[in-house]
């Protein structure tokens, strides 16, 4: 009867089996208060032990204590506070569930068990005020070795927590609790973010579709702002290669730089993760970026035919008799250009990274974090790859125009460097900084030959708009300029910004939440950092629109700037499991984190703005989707 039903939960295969495994599953169930009599097997109550104690004003530690010979499913494990007795001034965080074992199982499939005993970190999200008495509920179901299955069941626990100093945030959401986020009863619990979705992916998801969304992913942050840099990099050190830019060459140089991108960008997220740390923020210190954009004029200057970068002769010479240790010199430098370009030109934090780092920090699973990242770093690297697969053919050989194709790649070279230069200059220096571009492009195009009146007219006129623009761009910073898309202040519509008030470590954002709850309004923290595009980029086009600030109105806005990168700084990001920014938190007018809510990375006006909405809101429509 079931294989002819029209019920569309039965159409699938997979689910008419999953659907006959609960059933048959139940019926063990129901059987179990039989067999347990048999000395065989213990009462659930024994088979599986469950304490719940408090481990500070926010957090509580639940542990299970799993008896040999019998186990627990991972995905069966729910908590949730119990509200029968009238509402609770909390609201849980994600759980921290540590990995179990792979289990074929009969009638899940594929499931994570635990044959020995754990833990699960359970963040509690709660006001300043004295101790509190937490009504926990934990749900779990196991099953015994030798073939009994228990029926699910709940065990109940009032947890006495200290009195709280503070506003106590919850964690960060672990990797694959917000795919539980509908058990736990806290507020917004439909709500489930990028990052954490992409986090239960990865710890819980089949490697080959985590490894195929990863690189979908990374193919679609290649064409950010982050990354589009490394393609004018790449083009410049095949346009350098002459008339020797073969495709074959322009291929084998573009696969060397990206596989040393994505090889850096995997080890430096995994060591990142397992200390805790953003190692990036190194790489985007001021002296650092103006050192590399140095060497980016530098490669530009040699373009213009200013100076040629060349080994001596007698080196040469000696390199001429091993051309191939010459090919494989070459690539490694290619490599190493590819691995600096990923720790100082692509430092954004989006939300598949994060998902990356968080398993691997959360879970400790190197193996499947790094693989998703080493995936999406390849994805980044496609575009890079198209450029040398085609460089050899859209690269002219010999003449004239060969020299021009070098010149305008040393255009685009100074680009890169002004776009650097421009994350740690002050803003009316950062025009001065794109002028150079802009006028060496005009002096490139004005000295173009081309055959025909109509193409060296059509040149004169780029090369004038060119210069135009460069020259606005020295009187806008003369005349109080910031933006370089409208640098005379004069002539520029100023678009109206969202207000933020600067805190700084834990101690300061602790007191302006307390403030905010008291007058029962919600708060949004921004994390900052002046070397991050992703942060301009949320400033530029997301905070300045109508529909986010109408959003936002009655919140309390805050900027944590973390460029210095010190102890408060450091101690803050630790504190929210935050590998860099941009990252946004949201605090209800109750004084409690919300860290579903969380968004990193860039986020449209539109999309930030709904989920702004439900963040801040008195109680977050449960389900509710942005």
Sequence with gaps: MLMGSTDPRFGNPMNLKRFLGALCLSALAASAVAQIGDSQFLPPGEAFKVEAVAEGPDRVRVDFLVTPGYYLYRHRMNFALD????????????????????????????????????????????????????????????????????????????????????????????????RDAGKTGSAGAGYVSEQDRLAALIRDGRLPAVLATFF???????????????????????????????????????????????????????????????????????????AFALLFVALAASMFGLFTLQLPASLQTRLAAASNAQRAGTLWGVAAMGALSALIVSACVAPPMFAALAVIAQSGDVARGGSALFAMSLGMGVPLLAVGASAGQLLPRVGAWMEAVK???????????????????????????????????????????????????????????????GIALLAGAALGGRDPLAPIPQLAREAKSLQFRAVKGTAGLDAEVAAAAAAGRPVMLDFYADWCVSCKEMERYTFTDAAVQQALAGAVLLKADVTANDEADQALLKRFGIFGPPTIAFWGPDGAERPQFRVVGFMKAAEFAAVARQATAATPPAGARP
């Design 83 to 178: 509200t029968a007795g009238g509402p609770v001034a909390a609201t849980l965080g994600a759980p921290v569930i540590p990995e179990g074992e792979w289990k074929e199982d009969e009638f899940f499939g594929r499931q994570q068990v635990f044959h020995e005993s754990l833990s699960v970190a359970l963040p509690v999200a709660r006001a300043r005020g004295g101790a509190l008495e937490l009504p926990l509920v934990v749900g779990l179901q196991g099953c015994a070795d030798a073939g009994l299955c228990y029926p699910p069941e709940k065990r109940r626990f009032k947890v006495s927590l200290p009195a709280a100093a503070g506003v106590a945030a919850a964690a960060a959401p672990a990797p694959g609790a917000a």
């Design 407 to 469: 010149e305008f790649f040393g255009v685009l070279m100074l680009g890169v460097a002004a776009w650097m230069l421009a994350r740690v200059l002050p803003e009316r220096l950062a025009l001065v900084a794109w002028a150079a571009p802009a006028l060496a492009l005009a002096w490139v195009l004005w000295r173009l030959r081309p055959r025909g009146a109509a193409r060296l007219w059509a040149a004169r006129a780029l090369a004038a708009v060119a210069g135009l623009y």
């Design 216 to 290: 979908g992913l990374g193919l679609l942050l290649a064409f950010t702002p982050c990354v589009l840099p490394m393609v004018p990099i790449l083009s410049g050190i095949i346009a350098g290669q002459g008339a020797s830019a073969t495709p074959r060459r322009s291929f084998t140089l573009s696969l060397a730089y990206v596989l040393g991108m994505a090889a850096t960008n995997t080890l430096a997220g995994i060591g990142a993760a397992a200390a805790g740390q953003q190692l990036q923020t190194f790489f985007q210190q001021p002296w650092i970026i103006i």
